[in-house]
């Protein structure tokens, strides 16, 4: 019976030793997505199917809008390159045309991941969810930090529960 689940936890066994995983922080055999890295500041969610790991997985980007448009164009483009007999995080590389960073040779701090207001990767349970559009800043932001920030600078305006204002940065 769980033989049927090896080539699902052998495809999830490879995306958590080569590539940064960000989300689960500690990740099982019974969880079906992986959030990683994909270049400083833009990551992807992927969910897998376990009864199709090799399959195209539902991914989600990410990041400033400027840097995960590429990506998702690059997917939508080169969907055809799929080849079921690679490896997921392979096929993931070729449609998306990058390389993943390694998890051995890309240090924590060099990704920048940490809320740029509280300074913090991990808020409770929560990781930074937000990344600025702005060009000279494109930092991320846990969503709760954002709106206290919007919230107590006077000159931003608010109504029905949106808040605008300028970067911090």
């Known amino acids: 019976m769980l033989d049927k689940y090896q080539e699902f936890w ?3 066994d ?3 030793v080569n590539t940064c995983v960000l989300e689960p ?14 270049a400083k500041h833009v990551s992807v969610q992927i969910s897998v199917d376990p009864r199709s790991p090799k399959g195209i997985p539902e991914c989600q980007f990410l990041g400033a809008d400027s840097s995960i448009s590429v990506l998702r164009q690059s997917l939508n483009s080169k969907l055809h390159k799929w080849n079921h007999t690679l490896a997921l995080r392979q096929n ?8 993943f960073p390694s998890p051995s040779l890309t240090k924590k701090d060099e990704l920048n991941l940490e809320c740029a207001i ?3 990767y991990r808020l ?5 969810d937000k990344i600025c559009d702005g060009k000279n800043c494109q930092r991320p932001f846990h969503s709760s930090c954002l709106v206290s920030w919007l919230n107590a600078v006077p000159t931003n305006k608010g109504a029905y529960s949106t ?3 300028k970067c911090p940065y």
Not at 124 to 128: E, K, L, M, N, T
């Open 25 to 38: 922080q500690h990740p099982s055999r019974a969880d079906t997505s992986r959030r990683i890295v994909a």
């Open 163 to 165: 808040v605008t204002g």
């Open 10 to 12: 052998d495809v999830m």
């Open 14 to 16: 490879d995306i958590d």
């Open 124 to 128: 409770g349970d929560d990781i930074p």
């Open 92 to 99: 993931l590389e070729v449609v998306l045309d990058i390389k």
């Open 118 to 120: 509280c300074y913090t």
